[in-house]
């Protein structure tokens, strides 16, 4: 993680500092290696949030694009289950910031635990991915709308066709919305949407982005 409690403050990680994680409280040791993005890391165990995903640069950058209170922040559910939200806006909105391949129980696990939440997932993690999406969409008409075919092997889409919204960053190849994806047809729609725009619009409050859902909601 990124942030840990120390002197009462949460702060980054810097070499020899020794802080307290804010969901269990437990003593972290500050990794400021050369190799490792510099993190905070539980002395004793694995990080105590099983949703935890360890992180790299696309996960800091994302999360850096937002304020550092809204950061990593904790949550305890009524039946005391603990989980640290990659972002958590002032209006509540919860945004996860995935690279790692999770398990769908998983999936609708974490959004039923957050409610109000979005996916926002790294579509480099395999090299193809983006080149292909560019390849099986069509240009994107007026409102930006691109229209899609999966061929092949890619389990990209299939892997997060939920309910809620689902963004997906393939870098050079755009940042898109999956407003639509149906696993039978292997046919889709997506939104080109502006990243700038998107942190403005989600730091906003003024939207959830749940009007239209995911990628599985009916259109
Ligand atoms: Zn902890």
């Given at each position: 993680m990124k942030l840990a409690l120390f002197e009462g403050q949460r702060r980054a990680p810097a070499p020899g500092l020794q802080?307290?994680?804010?969901?269990?409280?437990?003593?972290?040791?500050?990794?400021?290696?050369?190799?490792k993005i510099?993190?905070?890391?539980?002395?004793t165990r694995e990080h105590c949030d099983p949703w935890w995903e360890s992180e790299g640069e696309w996960h800091r950058s994302w999360k850096d694009r937002f304020p550092q209170e809204w950061q990593e922040i904790p949550h305890q559910s009524s039946?005391?289950?603990?989980?640290?939200?990659?972002?958590?806006?002032?209006?509540?909105?919860?945004?996860?910031?995935?690279?790692?391949?999770?398990?769908?129980?998983?999936?609708?696990?974490?959004?039923?635990?957050?409610?109000?939440?979005?996916w926002v997932i790294d579509g480099c993690k395999n090299e193809f991915d983006p080149i292909n999406f560019s390849n099986w969409r069509s240009q994107p008409?007026?409102?930006?709308?691109?229209?899609?075919?999966?061929?092949?092997?890619?389990?990209?889409?299939?892997?997060?066709h939920t309910e809620k919204p689902v963004f997906i960053d393939?870098?050079?190849?755009?940042?898109?919305?999956?407003?639509?994806?149906?696993p039978k047809t292997k046919r889709g729609v997506a939104l080109i949407v502006d990243k700038e725009a998107f942190?403005?619009?989600?730091?906003?409050?003024s939207t959830d982005f749940s009007g239209q859902g995911g990628p599985a909601s009916p259109l």
């Amino acid at each position: 993680m990124k942030l840990a409690l120390f002197e009462g403050q949460r702060r980054a990680p810097a070499p020899g500092l020794q802080g307290q994680c804010p969901s269990c409280g437990a003593p972290v040791m500050a990794k400021c290696g050369n190799y490792k993005i510099w993190h905070w890391a539980h002395k004793t165990r694995e990080h105590c949030d099983p949703w935890w995903e360890s992180e790299g640069e696309w996960h800091r950058s994302w999360k850096d694009r937002f304020p550092q209170e809204w950061q990593e922040i904790p949550h305890q559910s009524s039946t005391g289950e603990r989980h640290v939200a990659d972002i958590r806006t002032p209006a509540g909105l919860v945004i996860e910031f995935q690279r790692s391949t999770i398990h769908p129980d998983e999936v609708l696990a974490r959004q039923a635990y957050y409610a109000k939440m979005i996916w926002v997932i790294d579509g480099c993690k395999n090299e193809f991915d983006p080149i292909n999406f560019s390849n099986w969409r069509s240009q994107p008409n007026e409102h930006g709308l691109a229209q899609f075919a999966v061929f092949g092997r890619s389990k990209l889409f299939e892997r997060w066709h939920t309910e809620k919204p689902v963004f997906i960053d393939f870098g050079k190849a755009g940042f898109w919305r999956i407003a639509h994806y149906n696993p039978k047809t292997k046919r889709g729609v997506a939104l080109i949407v502006d990243k700038e725009a998107f942190v403005r619009i989600a730091g906003s409050g003024s939207t959830d982005f749940s009007g239209q859902g995911g990628p599985a909601s009916p259109l």
